[in-house]
């Protein structure tokens, strides 16, 4: 289904992503961790066309999406959905406004200019908001919502372009326990209810291993893990986080030794 | 896998988040409630929308057919002698491309006396509008009373038009470039002040609370508390001011200033056989202002992001 050929993105001497490959067969929900600037974010945005692969192939159901242009890589990317660390909606618009942005690649430019969406599409939208939670925010600017709140629209606009791939980075790195619970829970009902596949960069272990069916870990560009949450064993979480040869504020003690101990969830402050 | 998480924890929590809150006490808003109404504002919009662009429409054909009817020649009647002059001195310069260098090298130093008009006149203009500007900002001022005064101060500068202020100081000083600068100083500081002002309202107030928590004075919490945040935005705008300086100096050469607005005025007015000077004078003129807006954007940078920083590239 999705196939990722030897990826590499370099900036300048210094290889961001480093000849990455992997094959998803079937949709999944795959959570990327790794420390910050092991090059998980590069990857995504790559997977999006946001930015160019230096070398290496994206290949989805047969199609290489590496090279588009124009028209052929916006088509691509509105089946790609993309939701941001800090939610990228357009604050002053509200909320229903930016859900309807999930459209814009199927309708015209000057219609869009003059927020002219077909009544479909916008009871279309309000209803993905209640699917979310905040359909009483339709009305509202985005930027008067919460982060918790926000990154739910920016959840909403990324379903609103029904996409066969949920792209998320980093979508609860700005947000407390609580709202991180929330989204990550919408993510994996996304997941489960419409099987759409969703990549998720994370930056802790623990939702990783509470939320995805696979885990891909990466360190310094490349990819150092790739399997099941079970696999994933504290030798292998101090090596993707590179803790033990040197300190990383990555990885903290706590997060891989909270591996150690048994099973005993995740503890959630109220 | 669906049992590794716990959705039912969330639905009904016991906390006051925000969301929860909406979903209890949204009873009395159902779906449809929340649909009809999002289409009633959507609907509204697109009234007000439409409204005021037919306003638009019809005033603009309305105004441009007053002016027309009031135009000497009439719009229509000279629109395809638009391009008569252009054509005129390109076709003219053209002819003696040969002799262009040797017109640049002409009016090079009535040039550099342009820019340098430009530039004293930019300096203290400048330095006028950063007091000014500082003492006309709400939260920043000296005297939070005379805000008011300040703005109507900066106001009056912007509303002389230099050439008005050009003109009385030739009458009363003589021609020459200084009444020319000091009248253009008189319109920066009070166009530049607003553009400052404007730039300091966005400046963080807190380390001015650090500094006066120190027992700073104000002009020591203004220098060493706002100059710095504000530092690259007024030179921004100030280089900026600098580009519009330079044409209106040479403006005023037209009026007696000197610089290359005199020779300007000689090339266009004495008829056929110097075009080729006006249009090596216009060249010099677009190549000034080219240098002066690249010089921009490249210092802009540095101040934005330090020097090492900007041939830095991010990755995630």
């Known amino acids: 289904m999705l196939s990722v050929q030897g990826l590499t993105k370099r900036f300048g001497n210094k290889a961001a992503v480093d000849n990455a490959t992997f094959e998803v067969s079937k949709p999944a929900m795959i959570g990327i961790i790794g420390r910050s600037g092991a090059g998980k974010s590069t990857l995504l945005r790559m997977m999006n066309r946001l930015a160019d692969a230096s070398e290496g192939s994206i290949t989805f159901e047969g199609n290489d999406i590496t090279d588009l242009t124009g028209a052929a890589k916006r088509e691509w990317q509105s089946r790609c959905a993309m939701i941001f660390q800090q939610f990228n909606l357009v604050p002053r618009m509200d909320v229903a406004s930016n859900v309807l942005h999930g459209t814009l690649n199927r309708r015209s430019t000057l219609a869009t200019m003059f927020n002219l969406y077909p009544q479909s599409d916008i009871h279309q939208a309000i209803d993905i908001l209640d699917r979310l939670g905040i359909a009483e925010q339709a009305a509202k600017r985005a930027e008067a919502l919460s982060g918790g709140q926000q990154q739910r629209v920016a959840i909403a606009r990324a379903l609103m372009q029904n996409p066969q791939i949920i792209l998320a980075d980093e979508p609860i790195a700005s947000l407390d326990p609580m709202n991180a619970q929330i989204v990550m829970e919408a993510l994996r009902r996304i997941h489960e209810e419409d099987g759409r596949m969703v990549i998720a960069n994370l930056h802790t272990l623990d939702t990783a291993r509470r939320y995805c069916d696979r885990v891909i870990g990466m360190r310094d560009g490349r990819i150092v893990f790739d399997g099941t949450p079970e696999q994933l064993t504290t030798g292998v979480a101090r090596d993707i986080y590179g803790a033990g040869d040197d300190f990383s504020e990555a990885a903290t003690s706590t997060e891989i030794e909270a591996l150690d101990r048994p099973k005993q969830g995740i503890p959630v402050p109220a | ?316």
């Open chain 2, 1 to 316: 896998m669906g049992a590794r998480f716990a959705v039912s924890s969330l639905i009904f929590p016991t906390n006051g988040d925000p969301l929860m809150v909406d979903m209890t006490s949204g009873q009395a808003h159902t779906l449809q409630d929340i649909r009809a109404d999002y289409m009633a504002q959507t609907r509204r919009k697109r009234v007000y929308g439409a409204i005021l662009l037919s306003l638009f429409v019809v005033m603009m054909v309305a105004g441009f057919q007053t002016a027309d009817a009031r135009n000497a020649g009439g719009f229509w009647e000279g629109l395809h002698r638009l391009f008569d002059f252009p054509g005129e001195v390109l076709g003219e310069a053209l002819e003696k491309l040969a002799e262009l260098p040797v017109h640049f090298v002409t009016y090079l130093p009535s040039l550099i006396e342009t820019i340098n008009i430009a530039a004293a006149s930019t300096l203290f203009g400048a330095l006028a509008a950063a007091i000014v500007s500082l003492l006309a900002t709400r939260g920043l001022a000296r005297w939070p009373r005379l805000v008011p005064v300040f703005r109507r101060i900066m106001d009056a500068m912007r509303a002389v038009p230099e050439i008005v202020i050009a003109l009385v100081l030739i009458f009363i000083l003589g021609g020459g470039p200084v009444p020319a600068m000091i009248a253009i100083a008189f319109h920066t500081a009070g166009a530049l002040g607003k553009q400052f002002s404007e730039v300091n309202e966005n400046a963080s107030l807190k380390p001015l609370e650090g500094l006066e928590s120190v027992g700073a004075t104000w002009s020591q919490r203004m220098w060493l508390g706002v100059i710095p945040q504000v530092a690259p935005n007024w030179f921004s705008y100030g280089l900026l001011r600098f580009e519009i300086n330079i044409r209106a100096s040479a403006i005023l050469g037209f009026v007696g200033a000197g610089g290359i607005g005199y020779e300007l005025k000689n090339a266009m007015s004495w008829g056929k056989g110097q075009y080729d000077e006006a249009a090596a004078i216009f060249v010099l003129l677009f190549i000034t202002i080219v240098v002066v807006d690249q010089l921009s954007s490249h210092v802009r940078d540095r101040l934005t992001h330090g020097a090492a920083a900007s041939k830095k590239e991010r990755q995630s």
